[in-house]
């Protein structure tokens, strides 16, 4: 261990991660094996150098009655006596611990590390998941009234549109591309071309939300090896190295009624700003990103608060497809929260496995002609906790 | 005294365990004088044309919904 606190660059050297989708039969610990040994193997890097391992989960005990997961996944990977920590935020649980782990590696307290996030979710019924989901919010303010996450951000939306306009139709559209998107990708769950007439007419969850305006119950997990430049170069890996140049973390209140903007995340801004610094980079340079598309309004302000668009016109930039995967900023082209999936401890991780292999072109049908600089957006609970990356291609 | 507003709101349908008797029923955040808080709406009926800034009551006591406000 280097305990010399100094900034180093952090490289993701390795990447593994499950298909997404409803895998009733799966453990946790399958889980694990697959996505953590793949990212080890990736890395090049031999697994006795990893020294820490750092888990995003959020309903382990709820959902899957498996708490300390971050001990079984150091047993699942064979890394026995290595120092491990769960990290619970919400959907942010594995943005923060991507974020630990570069700060670990930054700092110089470690040099190798792993970093993931798993959730099994999808063998409860709606209803429990939706229970699960709602310790999330506050408990007594929130939670207590009947309030349900879809809820909370379809408040989000009918403030959004009195504040601006009502942009439902642009909000079909999200999903509409979030599913032509995961057409190509074939880790997506939700491989299935959907129509802007499918989200406006799918059932109501909670207006002026469908069913289509939200995300997915999922099954999967994701892991990263993170290291040093001169580490992972020595590994002798052929993948284009992929440094972490910006990583930002923000907060805000827990409730929706505490913040001081319902159409715009504090956090989310916070966040930004930090990773924008650090890399010494706006938003103009940023060619992909994968941002947090827990429900359709979220992306359209998330981008906003990036500050890929103006405020309020975040909308009008989905409708001349400039968020397209072939427009000028494209938005999720893994298929997002939306449609690739999103389990919940292990979406952060998801969403840099998805920028580090357009980094590299590796991302076949799906891949976009200019990719060398990407940002993740992964956001916690009613944009409570955020973190942001930008990483970069050699 | 201040008249409580409706700040935002939606209609919950697919409702939490607890609740899923009562959906669908209406949750919003109240303007009450300086305050935001997040509150069942009770009186929620689907004819019922629900608006931002619409006035609310402001209930004596929580109802057994747990409401603070009515329609």
């Known amino acids: 261990m280097n305990n010399t606190l100094h900034s180093r660059t952090v490289t993701v050297a390795g990447i593994g991660e499950t298909l997404m989708g409803r895998y009733p039969d799966r453990s946790i610990r399958d889980m694990i094996q697959e996505a953590g040994a793949k990212a080890i193997a990736d890395s090049g890097i031999d697994v006795n150098l990893i020294q820490a391992v750092y888990v995003g989960n959020f309903a382990g005990q709820q959902l899957a009655q498996q ?52 959730e099994k979710m999808t063998h409860q019924p709606t209803d429990i998941v939706t229970s699960a989901l709602a310790t999330a919010m506050d408990a007594e303010l929130e939670a207590s009234s009947g309030l349900t996450f879809p809820g909370s951000f379809a408040m989000i939306a009918n403030r959004y549109f009195h504040e601006f306009r009502d942009v439902r139709h642009e909000m079909a559209q999200v999903a509409v591309s979030a599913h032509d998107n ?5 880790h997506a769950q939700m491989r299935k071309a959907i129509t802007i007439d499918d989200v406006l007419s799918a059932p109501r969850i909670a207006d002026p939300f469908g069913l289509f305006d939200c995300s997915l119950v999922t099954d ?73 598309d827990c429900f359709t309004i979220t992306q359209i302000i998330n981008t906003e608060d990036l500050g890929f668009f103006e405020p309020g016109t975040g909308a009008d ?54 990719a060398d600089i990407g940002l993740t957006h992964n956001l916690g609970g009613t944009a409570g906790t955020c973190v942001v990356t930008i990483l970069e291609g050699e | 005294m201040s008249i409580p507003t409706l700040h935002t709101f939606t209609i919950i349908r697919t409702a939490p365990s607890l609740f899923r008797e009562e959906a669908p029923y209406c949750v919003g955040i109240v303007k009450d004088g300086d305050q935001l808080t997040t509150s069942r709406i009770d009186g929620y009926r689907e004819e019922l044309r629900t608006v931002i800034g619409q006035r609310l009551i402001r209930l004596p006591a929580s109802s057994p919904s747990g409401a603070q406000y009515s329609f």
């Open chain 1, 317 to 370: 930039a989905v409708a001349t497809g400039r968020t397209s995967r072939l427009g000028d900023k494209p938005i999720n082209v893994s298929g997002g929260l939306k449609a690739k999936g999103h389990p919940i401890g292990a979406t952060g991780i998801s969403q840099a496995i998805e920028i580090v292999t357009q980094l590299r072109g590796d991302a076949q049908d799906r891949q976009i002609p200019q």
């Open chain 1, 67 to 118: 708490g300390h997961i971050g001990s079984l996944v150091g047993e699942t990977l064979g890394l026995l006596g290595v120092p491990t920590m769960r990290l619970e935020a919400a959907c942010v649980s594995g943005g923060l611990a991507f974020l630990q782990g570069i700060q670990a590696i930054r700092s110089g307290l470690y040099d190798v590390v792993l970093v993931g996030g798993v």
């Open chain 1, 220 to 292: 999967g997990a994701a892991f990263m090896v993170l290291t040093t430049e001169e580490i992972a170069r020595q590994a002798g890996s052929r993948n284009r190295v992929v440094t972490v140049s910006g990583a930002g973390h923000g907060g805000d209140a827990l409730t929706l009624h505490g913040k001081k903007s319902m159409t715009s995340f504090a956090a989310t801004k916070q966040a930004a700003a930090q990773a924008y610094a650090q890399a010494g980079l706006g938003p103009q340079d940023i060619d992909l990103a994968e941002v947090h």
């Open chain 1, 182 to 186: 995961a057409l190509l990708n074939p």
